[in-house]
């Protein structure tokens, strides 16, 4: 497995967002064995916390030494936003990678990304920027899945099949193998993609068809 990603275990996670997927970015980052968390969230209440590490409305110091951010939105218009201020900041930029998840040989795994509980990720498979392979999910061998994209629990890209930027697999859906998907789709809980799809846009049901 090649990865882009900084050697862990990191001293500290700083974790921009306090929503459910933050939660989850928490409970890989501790299993891999990074020991110091912060949460940013500008709906903070005042001594937040989680697991007893703090949840900060703001931050504004430099990281300290050791340290990387680490974008914990689910939204993936709103995660390419916070990976864009990390990089702006010049932070350095984290991926979280659960050690119960499978790499293939020759995977790439670019910063960013959250790679959850039983993942697998198949051989010769290239994750791009800042995506979510979610708990359980497969990115199965030669697969690209494009930035921004989020696959969701238990969700399967089977073996070289493409995906845009900013793609949602639902849970449990299926991409078939060699298919491929145009930016911005959202393929809903359970879906089946059978052919290649280019137009943004909800599909659901088995085949997937457009929405509505």
Do not use: K
Request: hydrophobic residues 45%; aromatic residues 6%.
């Amino acid at each position: 497995m090649h990865s882009d990603t900084l050697p862990t275990p990191l001293a500290g996670l700083l974790i921009l967002g306090f929503g459910g997927h933050a939660r989850s970015v928490a409970d890989v980052a501790l299993a891999a064995g990074i020991r110091e968390l912060r949460f940013v969230d500008s709906n903070a209440r005042e001594g937040e916390n989680f697991l007893g590490f703090p949840v900060l409305s703001h931050w504004d110091a430099a990281l300290p030494e050791g340290w990387a951010a680490f974008s914990a939105a689910g939204d993936n218009a709103r995660r390419e936003q916070q990976i864009e201020a990390i990089e702006a900041a010049g932070w350095p930029l984290a991926s979280v990678i659960a050690p119960s998840a499978t790499l293939g040989v020759d995977s790439q795994i670019a910063p960013g990304c959250f790679i959850g509980q039983q993942a697998h990720v198949g051989p010769v498979a290239r994750i791009a920027r800042g995506c979510i392979i979610n708990s359980g999910a497969i990115v199965e061998h030669e697969s690209e899945v494009g930035e921004f994209s989020h696959v969701a629990v238990n969700a399967c890209v089977a073996g070289r099949s493409r995906t845009g930027r900013r793609n949602f697999i639902g849970a449990g859906a299926t991409v078939i193998d060699g298919v491929s998907l145009g930016d911005d789709i959202t393929i809903g809980a359970g879906g089946v993609v059978t052919a290649s799809i280019e137009s943004a846009g909800v599909y659901v049901g088995v085949p997937a068809r457009p929405l509505g």
